[in-house]
């Protein structure tokens, strides 16, 4: 956001979670992280420091479905996440309206940022109902 325009609250957000992996690792446990897409990649690389732990267990869940799926509704997370009983609260949100509800959240509107990140919680679930799928 431009209140943070150093993105020191990415990075101390980043530097929390590599911790938490390199302790996890330390104490013998496999951690991975699964995303849908390249915008988690591009912006973990943008970051750069820290972010090299994340992209080191990450693993891009659309790269895995389109290199062994074929499908007639395309790849998108709203295509395939109802295939694991994935739904989202907010319906039909398009790019034109994320962009307004993201302006909106950073300008100070409560309700706004509440819509973003429940549509966030929405994708971070659909994700995690594609990969259950994908494993059963």
Known sequence: PESDPDGLLAKSLV??????????????????LFHYGTTERRFLEKIGGDAADLLAVATDLLEFVRGRFSSTDGFSLKALAPLGGASWRTQRLD??????????????????????????????????????????
């Open 15 to 32: 530097s929390q979670v590599s911790h938490v992996i390199r302790e996890a690792q330390a104490a013998g446990l496999k951690v991975r």
């Open 95 to 136: 790019g034109e309206t994320s962009a307004e509800w993201i302006a909106k959240a950073r300008a100070g509107d409560e309700q706004a940022w509440l819509e973003l990140l429940a549509y966030n919680e929405d994708d971070v679930r659909a994700t995690l109902s594609l990969r259950r799928y994908l494993r059963s």
